[in-house]
């Protein structure tokens, strides 16, 4: 429920809307882990219920919950309060005194309100973090931190960050999962069982109308969960009767939540101004009109305001200095980003952005910002940062009747890359197509290049590999594009993305051969002589892949490597949670199952999946259920490929739903179900020969035929086995192939 400390123990949180939906889930997967979290929301939303929630759900719930407002404590003592002093550490401290990072054990410190933490503060909170030490005040001995710290805030913290209020690499630190608790606004529908849980913590049994609900329901909440609660507080104690009705409600509703005073509808208009400084967009839209309305006399405009001209003019020139200085942080972002220095470019864009006037004749200003801050923000955080995807969004509507098709064809390529990650594929394809049709209207040869690998790589994720191999040959992109260069509109090499998806797309066909050289391809442009850092991390990237599915250990290693340090290196997340993976699949063929595991759950977990959605889900999954069968432990491994074939065909993900049902089988075979294996192979197979893909044909057929085999069917085995490879070209076999072909020929000898 839903609760507050003053009621107690927390034992459940209210809420069924989609919005609470999707943060009980988020808290279901990350309370059992020991990361660091931080809670986002606005005040009274249940941050520290939220909190207290992954406490109770996580792996040391009988350990102490230390809850500290780093805003109610002063400024003076709240280093002494969280780190403990020595006994003469200071006038006063008489006596030794533990702080809360020890008071807390291995349980979980909670920090309300951290964007109120001083700066020096933050420094010495981050070396805990990633030291798990501290000293207290006036100590010589380090102490071992050993709980877990989960923050809280209502302030935007990246905004804080780029005004130098908040230290960003601190920001990082605690967001390694960041948990929104949703305004009241954004799950009324959640306000009846509210209201229900409040009433039944009254002396008196309070029960609502459903005119009253309704009311409730259709109020402002500026106050969130907290105030609802409040005012139900003051029912249980002040309403007449316990029946609830709309007239009883009204009286306490008013004037607080309900007003119809036009000030306040005033007051609400300007706080909806499309500006992160609403009273700086409040002053400018007041000087505007009293100048519209005094034809542009500063005098009489002065008058109308009540101030004197002076103070319109330097307000006016204000204005001008910050669109000069809004044209100065523009070029030096976009210089930053033709060098792909995209960290740099952002906070630049922004600050553009911020003082760039919401006027129409700086369209063309805000568009290239908007433009250019989402190309940087993706390749920074990853295709699913929702932020990248609203400035593509923003981007469009102040470039729209511009005249520049080209741009905007461009602010496509970023919303299409937001529905693929999200596993939207069918919006994807839609999206596509809509891409290729503006590419073919405009006559673009850029922007058809970015529609035509979008299309592949949509294709390739349905399943629909001969179509994606097409649609590269009808854009003049297989093999790379042969020996020209293509960066498209986004600026990044769209020759390693089409070499990427064509050789993904040929090894599942069979076309093995084709597949090893769109990788050879790639290997020569992971050279360190590849000047473009996020070019050379795409090649990295698909080389990597290409190296894993060959079984390429002497390739994958180094390859997975490099992607991990490039990325680690520009700041690019996404990409340096691929690394990882492929480092795990290397480390694995090893034998260091538990090294290569934690390197692979945390490269997708902790940067893959924050930042670049589920779409590399199954693939991962894949490669898990492997490593995990070869751990011996298969039961781990088919409640792993469960949940991955449920997401799969929930979102159409068809590509390697064949080898997630071929390893999970493999894992019921391991836990005695021979007969369960077999049905799941069997079921493996059709879906490959659906897909028609010959790579998973191939990986479950052989599967299938060593279960006849080892049940002493060899006949079903060597017929199983040599229809899946009727027809599959012997020209460079992949290991899988090798495999298969010496299984057949063992089970000729024994038929």
Known sequence: MLDFPSFGALTEIVGESPAFRSLQS?????????????????????????????????????????????????????????????????????????????????????????????????????????????????????????GRVVAATHRDLLAMVQEGRFREDLYYRLAVFVLEVPGLEQRREDIPALVKHFAARQSRQLSFSPESLKRLSLADWPGHVRQLRNLI????????????????????????????????????????????????????????RA????????????????????????RLKSREAHSREAETLLEQGRQCVEAAEFRQAIPLLRRCLERLPKRDDVRILQFEAYRLLGVSLRSVNGWLCTEACACYEAALQAGEGLGDGVELASMQFGIWATQLMTLELSKARATAQNMLQRAHDLGSPAALDEAHVAMANTLFWLGDCEEAIACLARGGLLQGGENDERSGLQGFDLNALALTFEGLAAFQLGAFSQARQAMQRLLLRCGKDNPHPFNRALALQGAAWLACLFEDRERLGPLGADLESLSETHGFTFYRGIGQVFRGCHIGSLGAFAEAERFMLEGYQSHMLNHGGRLFHSFQAWQRGELLLQADRPADCESLLTHALDLALEHQERTYLSELQTVKARARWAQGDPDGAEQELRSALSTAMALDSVSARIAAATQLAQLLRQTHRCGQAAEVLARALRGVALEVPPPSLIRALQLLAELGAEH
């Open 233 to 288: 507080d003051r029912l249980g104690v002040l309403a007449i009767s316990t029946q609830i009705d709309a007239k009883q409600l009204e009286p306490f509703l008013a004037p607080s939540e309900v007003s119809h005073d036009g000030q306040d509808s005033l007051a609400d208009a300007l706080l909806a101004l499309e500006s992160d400084n609403k009273l700086q967009a409040a002053e400018n839209l007041l000087i505007d």
């Open 291 to 314: 100048l519209q309305r005094s034809g542009g006399n500063k005098s009489a405009a002065a008058l109308l305001l009540g101030v004197n001209r002076k103070v319109v003019e330097r």
């Open 26 to 146: 988020l808290i279901e997967r990350v309370a059992p882990t020991d990361h660091t979290l931080l809670v986002c929301g606005p005040t009274g939303s249940g941050k520290e219920v939220v909190a207290r929630q992954v406490h109770a759900c996580s792996l040391s719930p009988e350990q102490p919950f230390v809850d500290v407002n780093c805003g109610a404590i002063p400024e003076n003592l709240i280093e002494s309060e969280l780190f403990g002093h020595a006994r003469g550490a200071f006038t006063g401290a008489i006596s030794q005194r533990p702080g809360y990072f020890q008071q807390v054990g291995r349980g979980t410190l909670f920090l309300d309100e951290i964007g109120e933490l001083p700066l020096s503060l933050q420094t010495r909170l981050l070396r805990v973090l990633e030291t798990r030490n501290f000293r207290p005040i006036g100590s010589n001995e380090a102490l071992r931190f050993e």
